[in-house]
């Protein structure tokens, strides 16, 4: 019969041959599988004697564990082989040049807006500017709205929180028109009513109105000139 240490000495060897785990639950099963070599050892304890059960046993269970270390030591040099070959082929070389961040673009909304402002501007015009926060008198009576106008409903236009200095509501304007009005105001501190130039301007924006569906939204864009 085989001695304990030459068992532990062939399973080691035959543990180191394995090259892949599966070959290595097959050495595994040779000797300490339900039929494995050190199993029928163990099977066979049981017709000793008690001494000769203890001491056997003892031994046993030293070469079992000699082994068991064997094992367990080859699948981890198995397992960090996997690991090794997974990182070359996923290894990084860091000296290639980075990826750049793929940037954003313009809005449509805001390349045709862009587009306007330059046309307008190949051929004289200004761009004019103006507050979404407007008063009364700049969105509707500087336009000869009346009182009575239903745009000035609350139905219509969009008001917030305060007054003007003239105590009238402050509201989102419902178009660019107050922009031309301030425009035009400025235009004529500037240069006095009688020596005024012609005024060449266009006024772009967003402008705001209580409408929403299919086609309409509550917030939109608007260019007057």
Known sequence: MVSLDQLVEDAKRDFSKASDPAALEDAKARYLGKSGLLTERLKALGGMSPEERKSAGAEINRAKTAVEDALNARRQALADQVLQARLAAEAIDVSLPGRGQVLGSLHPVMRT???????????????????????????????????NHPARSMQDTFYVDGNDAQGKPLLLRTHTSPIQVRYASEHVKRYGQDNMPPIKVIAPGRTYRVDSDATHSPMFHQVEG
């Open 113 to 147: 807006w862009e587009r306007v402002e330059t046309i307008f501007h190949s051929i004289g015009f200004d761009v004019a500017d103006g507050p979404e926060i407007e008063t009364d008198w700049f969105n509707f009576t500087a336009l000869n709205s009346p009182e």
